[in-house]
């Protein structure tokens, strides 16, 4: 008979910790917000995105390949400029919509995105998710207290299963709550200054990775 090592209450504590980190607003919320209330194809599809790139950080840190990143210490750098790239990006992008639509004395919701965030959904949330490697030092130190040395292959396994549909279905769940008629009527004179205020985020998130980055290679 297959045996667990994990304790009821780790699963619990595990869980609970993992579900305020995803609910706490983030990048990805505010890149499900930007793409839900434009279309809700865009927004679900992003959703998956973000949990494939969460997938890979929860593997990553169960299989023990922080170690690994431990040992070769420029990967952390080198991931961190990467992702700070990308948030840069996504920032001016969700900028530049914004003033586009005040320019343009647009009230109603814009029914289209910038391109890269209608024609290619599922990457554009799978790089915002990737893009944050401070997301392995999190999974890193929460295995660390709550998945026992002696972890069986099954422990692992159910704990990336358990927090990727956890995740799934949060993500999802909210991609299509904020594509909701109701929620985009309500949202919709707001469009343009959520943009504006979304692309700040990015742009303080990534200026924060490269000040820390900075002070490490100082």
Known sequence: MIETTMTAASWVTLLTTFAIAIVVPGPDTFLLLRLGVRERRAAVIAAVGIM???????????????ALMRAFPATIPALQALGSAV?????VQSIRS??????SGAAAPVTSSPV?????????????????????????????QLLPSDATALDRTLIVVALTALGLAWF?????FTSTPSFQRWFRRAT???????????????????????????
């Open 98 to 103: 914004g003033i586009r639509i005040l320019r």
């Open 52 to 66: 494939i790139g969460n997938f890979l950080w929860t593997s990553a840190s169960v299989l023990g390949l922080a």
């Open 192 to 218: 343009p200054y959520f943009d504006l205020a979304a692309g700040l985020v990015f742009l303080a998130v990534a200026g924060l990775v490269l000040f820390e980055l900075a002070l490490t290679v100082t």
């Open 172 to 176: 999802v769940l909210f991609a299509l």
């Open 116 to 144: 890269p965030a209608t024609r290619h959904p599922l990457a554009l949330g799978f790089v915002t998710n990737i893009s944050n490697p401070k997301a392995l030092l999190f999974f890193t130190a929460l295995f660390s």
């Open 87 to 91: 948030l840069i990006w996504i920032g």
